[in-house]
């Protein structure tokens, strides 16, 4: 078992399911020879020069073609170079690859992922650190999966590739390279739709998903959290939630996005409809700001801070 | 140095069949007697579904609903030389093709009710469900042909849309990576010179929308989308070569929308009657009719018999659909994603 990083987890995932399963095939910009902008293609058109395609520079097009395939019977993984540029997808996603198997009564489906970075911390240029999840996260018939770690990564988007539906993979560009860990080379799948209890705690219940867990694992100390990694957004584990909050009685969310109507809005409401009196404090979210994604230099005021996500805890532990 | 011309196009357009029925017999496509007829019964029956369609509308039986009257020639004839194997991605003026290629016509009107059963496609057939978003469908052909290619099937992808759709972002994305990579897929605008009121000049400044192919590296070509001929011997062709390796083809039918946008719309708002009066000469089921007649496989009787079968058979189709019920509830539930999530398992249980 080698330690790897996150860009190398999601590049073993990809190279062993082209491997195990000929009807996968990568398509986007710069995927090929160039091995994506990240890198996380590299190599993989050596092995597989029928099986990977550079496209034009075409969004929407891309992801509509992947439709095509997916529904021809291949399963297509397309790369958004980022999530900013994703937006030129919308129609294709929400007007068609969450609703062919609805459309047709099941005679059609859409078998892609959609892989895009997203969020902060890479200091780029503007619409280079999005996290507009919960966009996704409001179509019936897409899956949203945002991995944490690369041992997550890699089972995540195993599963991803083998669901029978379309799945957005956000994968945290903070991430990438910050962290290695121990990874099988043998083959797992994580499975879609539920949640991992990365701490287990008594007094409050963090939920979190991408680079939010790891710096709310960087403020919890003091504590006793139970940290609850998402892992998948659409359809989110409601049981796991449940059964930690009626445990603990305290909820903080932590998401990067902005606040209003950020998916943190629906976990607020689920665990208000589901365990209001199960509750000893309002539930609180640390949020983005409701702003536009601000550039390098102020991006540390916009995302949650280490600074704000224990002044959460406090108090909902002081209410 | 001087300029150079470093690159020219030409747009041909192609008429077999005029409007008296005389047809251009050194470019005729090989069609025998008993094709002409099953073409003209297509013409025929496709024409009978709409005018039902439209009077099932009026009555309130059926929900909104958009008249093929007039484009009849352009879906059947590319339709018919259509192979089983190959893919079909309509938009929502296609039910001449569905028609063509033997979808069940009951089905058809179950659609058009507001009933998302009617296009569970046969597993016979390759069709796609009506695509609402105009020209967004057009990446979903170019996606099952590169399919098609990578899996080394001999098998082509057809995508139909209308003047108005080639003025989308997505018809422009797909026919370059159509282009690019060189796929077999035939593009078919039905370019009826109306998006709702918008007349074709105001659509796009290009004297044809197919020369637009040309921009993408591969030809287009306009043909009389009144004439089946043109239609068929065009799509046969392109079909061909994209089958052979030659990628990609766009064919203009040049046409026209008899009928209103959709019933919700009114074209008299917009569009001068003397227009579609000069229209009613070009129709594609007159001049089919007026070649079989000179052809001598075409009298009164089998005309009115043609019919007669045609508005039985119909009518038994809308009496097939009546008998299918209504659908079930859970149903819109169900189909979301193959299998059912924590929540949707709660949701079904409330409206069960």
């Not at chain 1, 992801?63 to 399963?75: D, E, F, N, P, S």
């Not at chain 1, 503007?126 to 770690?149: D, R, W, Y």
């Not at chain 1, 409050?204 to 960087?218: I, N, P, Q």
């Not at chain 2, 039986?61 to 339709?79: C, F, M, N, P």
Request: hydrophobic share 40%.
């Amino acid at each position: 078992m080698a330690r790897i990083n996150m860009v190398q987890a999601i590049n073993l995932a990809l190279g062993q399911e082209m491997e195990r399963d000929k009807d996968v095939v990568l398509i986007g910009e710069d995927v090929g020879k160039d091995g994506g902008v990240f890198r996380i293609t590299e190599g993989l058109v050596e092995k597989f020069p029928d099986r990977i395609f550079d496209t034009p520079l075409a969004e929407s097009g891309i992801v509509g073609t992947a439709i095509g395939m997916a529904a021809y019977g291949l399963k297509p993984v397309a790369e958004i170079q980022f999530m900013g540029f994703i937006y030129a997808c919308v129609e294709q996603l929400l007007s068609h690859a969450s609703r062919i198997r609805s459309r047709s009564r099941g005679r059609y489906s859409c078998p892609m992922v959609v892989r895009t970075p997203y969020g902060i911390g890479i200091k780029p240029p503007e619409l280079h650190s999005e996290s507009t999840e919960a966009l996704f996260c409001h179509m019936p018939g897409i899956k949203v999966v945002v991995p944490s770690s690369p041992y997550n990564a890699k089972g995540l988007l195993v599963s991803a590739i083998r669901d029978p539906d379309p799945v957005v993979f956000l994968e945290p560009t903070r991430l990438y390279r910050l962290i290695k860990e121990e990874v099988p080379e043998a083959e797992y799948a994580i499975p879609l739709g539920k949640a991992n209890v990365v701490q287990e705690g008594k007094e409050v219940t963090v939920l979190a998903w991408g680079s939010m867990l790891h710096r709310v694992l960087e403020s919890i100390e003091g504590f006793d959290a139970e940290v609850i990694d998402l892992m998948c957004l659409s359809p989110y584990d409601e049981e796991t939630i449940l059964n930690s909050v009626k445990k603990t009685g305290r909820v903080v969310i932590i998401h990067e996005a902005t606040r209003s109507c950020g998916f943190g809005a629906e976990l607020s409401a689920f665990v208000a409809e589901e365990a209001m009196l199960h509750l000893k404090s309002p539930v609180v979210r640390v949020t983005g700001l409701d702003a536009v994604i601000p550039m390098a230099r102020l991006e540390d005021y916009y995302a949650p801070s280490k600074e704000r996500i224990i002044k959460a805890l406090k108090k909902v532990m002081e209410y | 140095m001087p300029e150079n011309i470093i690159e020219k196009f030409e747009i041909k357009h192609l008429q077999i069949l005029d409007e008296k029925g005389n047809a251009d017999t050194a470019i005729l496509p090989n069609l025998s007697d008993n094709d002409l007829k099953k073409l003209f019964e297509l013409l025929i029956l496709s024409r009978q579904f709409d005018q039902r369609a439209l009077q099932l509308h009026a009555e309130g039986r059926l929900g909104t609903y958009a008249s093929i009257l007039g484009q009849e020639a352009s879906q059947i004839g590319s339709a018919y030389a259509l192979e089983k194997t190959d893919w079909v991605f309509p938009s929502f003026r296609e039910m001449g093709v569905y028609i063509t290629l033997g979808y069940p016509i009951w089905m058809l009107f179950q659609y058009w009710t507001g009933d998302e059963r009617g296009m569970k496609t046969p597993d016979d057939l390759n069709i796609f469900p009506v695509s609402v978003p105009v020209g967004t469908h057009t990446p979903h052909a170019v996606g099952a042909a590169f399919a098609a290619k990578i899996k080394g099937h001999k098998t082509a992808a057809l995508s139909y849309f209308g003047d108005g759709g080639s003025s989308k972002g997505d018809f422009h994305e797909g026919l370059n990576i159509a282009g690019v990579h060189k796929l077999p897929v035939v593009f078919i605008c039905q370019n009826n010179q109306w998006a709702i009121s918008l007349p074709r000049e105001k659509q796009t400044a290009s004297k044809t929308i197919a020369q637009k192919a040309y921009s993408y590296g591969f030809e287009g070509i306009q043909v009389d989308g009144n004439d089946i001929f043109a239609v068929y011997k065009a799509t046969k062709d392109a079909l061909e070569k994209a089958k052979a390796g030659g990628g990609p083809t766009l064919i203009e039918c040049f046409t026209y929308r008899m009928s209103d946008h959709t019933t919700a719309d009114d074209a008299s708002r917009y569009r001068p009657k003397e227009d579609v009066e000069t229209w009613k000469d070009k129709d594609p089921l007159l001049r089919l009719k007026l070649y079989m007649q000179k052809k001598g496989i075409w009298t009164q009787s089998y005309e009115d018999d043609v019919k007669k079968k045609a508005t039985e058979f119909v009518d038994s189709e809308i009496k097939k659909e009546e008998a299918a019920g209504l659908p079930d509830s859970k149903d819109i539930i169900n189909y979301t994603y193959k299998d059912l999530t924590q929540r949707q398992k709660k949701e079904i249980k409330e409206i069960a």
